[in-house]
């Protein structure tokens, strides 16, 4: 039974990995990058270390047999007001793409954006987990990321209504590297 047990998760942790996978090459084309097999192919360790690091964080938070969708597409107009946080009631048209939606144990739907560069001061060891968290958020906001997985949420509710408002805690930054994965989510900020 053991055995079987084993193949099996090791067909589940390879079936992931080949969607993730798959995540990164559509990432490559949507960067309009020339040839993204190449790139795969002269960065495959790399890009599997990525995809490990965010299946395990997903494993841990979420479990195996979480559902997933992979771009989540999104057009929506809202005010400028929303957006910024001004006074202006001028329209704006937001489009964009969330990296995965997963669902946890409790049914709940959660936004989880990739993020594959280095965070500063991260290493590989002695660094706390709030202090960890400071350094993501500090990361994070310096470029832009909290205003981009904030109009996730904008989008979210303007697409789902007032009766499916998203908690900011189910919204997450995960950077997938060097050594492990580090996620914040936009109650963080």
Not at 68 to 85: C, H, L, N, T, Y
Not at 146 to 160: T, V
Not at 162 to 168: E, L, S, T, V, Y
Request: charged share 30%.
């Amino acid at each position: 039974v053991d055995g079987a047990q084993d193949a099996a998760a090791s067909k589940s942790a390879a079936a992931s990995t080949r969607r993730l996978e798959h995540f990164w090459k559509r990432e490559l084309i949507r960067m309009n990058v020339a040839d993204p097999d190449d790139v795969v192919a002269a960065n495959g360790e790399e890009l599997l270390r990525h995809c490990r690091n965010a299946r395990n964080w997903i494993n841990r938070h979420f479990g195996e047999d979480a559902p997933k969708r992979f771009e989540a597409a999104f057009e929506i107009r809202v005010p400028v007001s929303r957006v910024d946080g001004g006074h202006m009631e001028k329209r704006v048209t937001i489009r964009g793409s969330v990296d995965m939606l997963i669902r946890d144990r409790e049914g709940r739907e959660h936004i989880v954006d990739f993020k594959t560069g280095p965070v500063p001061g991260l290493g590989g060891g002695g660094t706390g987990s709030e202090q960890a968290g400071d350094l993501i958020a500090q990361h994070a906001r310096e470029l832009g990321y909290d205003r981009q997985i904030r109009n996730y949420l904008i989008a979210w509710e303007e697409l789902h209504g007032p009766a499916q408002k998203m908690d900011p805690a189910r919204v997450w930054l995960l950077f997938t590297a060097p050594e492990a994965a580090h996620a914040v989510s936009l109650a963080d900020f």
